[in-house]
């Protein structure tokens, strides 16, 4: 575990006139990550995230690039403090965190990793808290358990994050499932924090034509306590569904509130939903087609209806991989990964009037320092600021001249 000091880099060039202040926070190296993924925030204002790659090289990672890392960075003044929090360590460790981390009790950190857990696996769930060292809790350790290991037939793939309901199980998804197209899970706690968690799979996807494949995207409770999520795939035309699952008793039932079309409505949606005036609100890709935002009322099973909100033009975000955030006017935010004024993605706004919403670029990446690639969904602090991340550029040096990515925040005028 290490620490580093920065100050914030400011880049003003670029931005336009009607845009926030970009500021950098932190460019990996290597030894501290490879392609961060998206953050979490906490009470304090820290920042939680998690590098696909980097750290050790000791895993089955691309051109044995290190197995990943969990990082954190807590503002100081007008610095930010970045520390390292975990480094995985073999396959049976787990690698390749790709998904975004949750925060739990007690400044406890959860997440998933894309493979390992066993040798061979599919990836596991891993829990990360703080104790001190010393008796006046000066020195902070960074303790790891794993919570869960896919096993060949158990799942794979879980890159879709993880939420908790009000007793404290944790939900998420697998892409595969012993043959089939992904599910759905449930942990629920063992009896030691050091203990294996119980899994339950809730629903496995079949795929097309009816229910939905690749579930890539976090799930999300509403008040009732169901789950909703999209699949990037399947459905009637497979080209991805919005689904519901509803408990009774200790069943889950599944229901396809919608199948995209490929038309007007967009094609493969993808990333997180989110509610906003009585509907879910998304995002999808768009694959050859331009990347769309949308609105679905959470309905009966099939009879739900698309309302697209906003098609992106070209020189906008292309290709969308992640959901939006809401700020407390209802604007709308996000990250495209490609597109924007240089083609190495941006940062969006998307604003309501009379006449519809509206986009408008809040940073367009150069490619350079600043980064490339931004990955959401983004995070907003009490103050309006946005943070959030690159999965490439910044320092040219690293990882053969692609950069190692970067984390940064757009400043509140």
């Known amino acids: 575990m290490f620490m580093l000091i920065l100050f914030a880099v400011t880049f003003t060039a670029t ?31 820290k920042l939680y995230g998690s590098a696909v790659r980097g750290g050790i090289h000791n895993c089955s990672s691309p051109g044995q690039s290190g197995c990943g890392t969990i990082f954190e960075l807590s503002p100081e003044n007008s610095q930010w403090v970045f520390e390292s929090l975990y480094q995985f360590k073999s396959n049976t460790d787990g690698w390749s965190p790709n998904a975004p981390l949750t925060l739990g009790a007690a400044g406890s950190v959860y997440g998933t990793t894309l493979d390992g857990g066993v040798e061979g696996g599919g990836g596991s769930v891993f829990r990360l808290w703080p104790s001190c060292k010393d008796p006046g809790c000066q020195q902070i350790t960074w303790n790891k358990t794993l919570l869960y290991r896919f096993g060949q037939c158990d799942g794979a793939g879980t890159n879709g994050g993880l939420v908790f309901d009000n007793t404290g199980n944790l939900y998420g998804t697998t892409i595969e499932m012993c043959g089939h197209t992904g599910q759905a899970y449930e942990l629920s706690p063992a009896q030691k924090l050091d203990g294996t968690w119980n899994k339950k799979s809730l629903h496995v996807f079949y795929g097309p034509p009816f229910d939905g494949r690749w579930p890539v995207g976090p799930m999300v409770f509403d008040q009732a306590g169901n789950l909703y999520g999209t699949t ?63 609105a679905l009322p959470p309905s009966d099973c099939g009879n739900g209806i698309v309302t697209p909100l906003l098609n992106f033009l070209p020189g906008e975000g292309a290709h ?40 408008s670029s809040m940073y367009d990446f150069t490619g350079g320092a600043d980064g490339s690639n931004p990955q959401g969904p983004l995070v907003l602090d009490s103050q309006g600021n946005i943070y959030g991340s690159a999965a490439a550029g910044g320092d040219s040096n690293c990882n053969s001249g692609m950069g190692c990515g970067t984390v940064w925040m757009i400043a509140r005028k």
């Not at 931005?15 to 961060?36: C, S, V, Y």
């Open 15 to 45: 931005i336009p006139a009607n845009a926030q202040t970009f500021q950098l926070l932190h460019t990996f190296e290597g030894p501290d990550g490879i392609g961060p993924g998206a953050l979490a925030i906490d009470g304090a204002g």
């Open 232 to 294: 990037l795939g399947g459905g009637s035309g497979d080209l991805g569904t919005v689904y519901r699952l509803t408990r009774a008793g200790n069943v889950w039932t599944e229901c396809v509130l919608y199948n995209f079309a490929g038309g007007s409505d967009g094609r493969k949606p993808m990333g997180n939903l989110i509610y906003a005036s009585g509907n879910l609100l998304g995002v999808t890709n768009g694959d050859w087609q331009p990347s769309s935002v949308f």
């Open 320 to 359: 969308l991989t992640s959901g939006l955030v809401a700020d407390s006017a209802g604007n709308l935010y996000g990250a495209a990964p490609l597109g924007g004024a240089n083609g190495f993605g941006s940062v969006y706004k998307l604003t309501f009037a009379s006449n519809g919403w509206s986009y």
